[in-house]
């Protein structure tokens, strides 16, 4: 167990120190329109706690760090690659401080956060539990837990059942190369070998995603009192917001109308959403 948690942050080190400096280009989460929806949660968060103290783990190259400065004004980072930490943006007038180091085993001013966020970044960890529990250690009482962009297990599996085949729709097609052969396209275009990529996002490519109801018990056995889990991105939105036939608003008014339908019909629809997310309450 020890040796497999030490793996995979190595693995994460390797990976994320070669992919450092292009990171900001190539994830999609740092387009302007996903920047403004992750604001305004994160907005609605500040709000209700009246957060003054962010706590971001898996940090990363600072796209929460980013959005928090907006509304806190101390915010600490913790991440196990320096490449990434070194991509921070420290600009505007909140104190940020950058801590190298495992957020499964961070301690830091216990009870003190307001916020504490892990975006895109649970599915990177080989066990996610010590980290959940770093994360209510770290909040005071009513304090807010907030990840979002996590693997849904429901869609992974699904997905899974698909083989590539000429005869599959556009659609079904990309979303087979970006669940099952990712590590392929990464290894062409980073030169990161199939087995640490792997390792790197291990309860994404191995573990196979997060099953709500598990991570739900999860997050109650750490000692959250209210969970709040939310599925989004569903099968096709990429083509239909991507879609030039159609003026933008008109592109994604149509998205969110779809989404908001197959939220309807959940849990029928659980396995036609990509991630999933959660507000966690200590």
């Given at each position: 167990?020890?040796?497999?948690n030490?793996?995979?942050?190595?693995?994460?080190?390797?990976?994320?120190?070669?992919?450092?400096?292009e990171y900001?280009?190539?994830?999609?989460?740092?387009r302007?329109?996903?920047?403004?929806?992750?604001t305004?949660?994160?907005?609605r968060?500040?709000?209700?706690?009246?957060a003054?103290?962010?706590?971001?783990?898996?940090?990363g190259?600072?796209?929460?760090i980013?959005?928090?400065?907006?509304?806190v004004?101390d915010?600490?980072?913790?991440?196990?690659?320096?490449?990434?930490?070194?991509?921070?943006?420290?600009s505007?007038?909140?104190?940020?401080?950058?801590?190298r180091?495992?957020?499964?085993t961070?301690?830091?001013?216990?009870?003190t956060?307001?916020?504490v966020?892990?975006?895109?970044f649970?599915?990177?960890?080989?066990?996610i539990?010590?980290t959940?529990?770093?994360?209510?250690?770290?909040?005071?009482k009513?304090?807010?837990?907030?990840?979002?962009?996590?693997?849904?297990?429901?869609?992974?599996?699904?997905?899974?059942?698909?083989?590539?085949s000429?005869?599959?729709?556009?659609?079904?097609?990309?979303?087979i190369?970006?669940v099952?052969?990712k590590?392929?396209?990464?290894?062409?275009?980073?030169?990161?070998?199939?087995?640490?990529?792997?390792?790197?996002?291990y309860?994404?490519n191995?573990?196979?995603?997060?099953?709500?109801?598990?991570?739900?018990d999860d997050?109650?056995?750490?000692g959250?009192?209210?969970?709040e889990?939310?599925?989004q991105?569903?099968?096709?939105?990429?083509?239909?917001?991507?879609?030039?036939?159609?003026?933008?608003?008109?592109?994604?008014?149509?998205?969110?109308?779809?989404?908001?339908?197959?939220q309807?019909?959940?849990?029928?629809?659980?396995?036609?959403?990509?991630?999933?997310?959660?507000?966690?309450?200590?």
């Amino acid at each position: 167990m020890a040796n497999m948690n030490e793996k995979v942050i190595q693995a994460n080190i390797d990976v994320h120190t070669r992919l450092a400096t292009e990171y900001n280009k190539s994830e999609p989460h740092f387009r302007q329109e996903n920047i403004a929806k992750i604001t305004d949660r994160f907005a609605r968060i500040a709000e209700q706690t009246k957060a003054t103290r962010q706590l971001d783990l898996g940090c990363g190259t600072g796209f929460m760090i980013n959005i928090g400065k907006k509304f806190v004004k101390d915010i600490v980072g913790v991440d196990v690659t320096q490449a990434m930490m070194d991509q921070v943006d420290h600009s505007g007038d909140a104190k940020i401080k950058l801590i190298r180091g495992d957020t499964g085993t961070f301690v830091d001013e216990n009870g003190t956060f307001d916020i504490v966020t892990a975006y895109s970044f649970l599915h990177h960890l080989f066990d996610i539990r010590p980290t959940l529990k770093t994360a209510y250690d770290s909040l005071r009482k009513d304090g807010r837990f907030y990840a979002d962009l996590e693997p849904n297990a429901a869609y992974w599996e699904a997905i899974g059942t698909v083989a590539r085949s000429d005869r599959n729709d556009p659609i079904i097609a990309r979303e087979i190369e970006q669940v099952t052969y990712k590590d392929e396209d990464i290894e062409k275009q980073f030169g990161v070998d199939t087995e640490t990529f792997n390792h790197a996002e291990y309860n994404k490519n191995i573990a196979g995603g997060f099953h709500e109801t598990q991570l739900r018990d999860d997050l109650l056995a750490t000692g959250f009192s209210r969970v709040e889990i939310f599925h989004q991105w569903f099968l096709g939105e990429g083509f239909l917001i991507n879609d030039e036939s159609m003026e933008k608003e008109e592109r994604f008014r149509s998205a969110a109308v779809m989404s908001q339908m197959l939220q309807r019909v959940m849990p029928l629809s659980r396995h036609l959403f990509k991630y999933i997310g959660f507000y966690a309450t200590k």
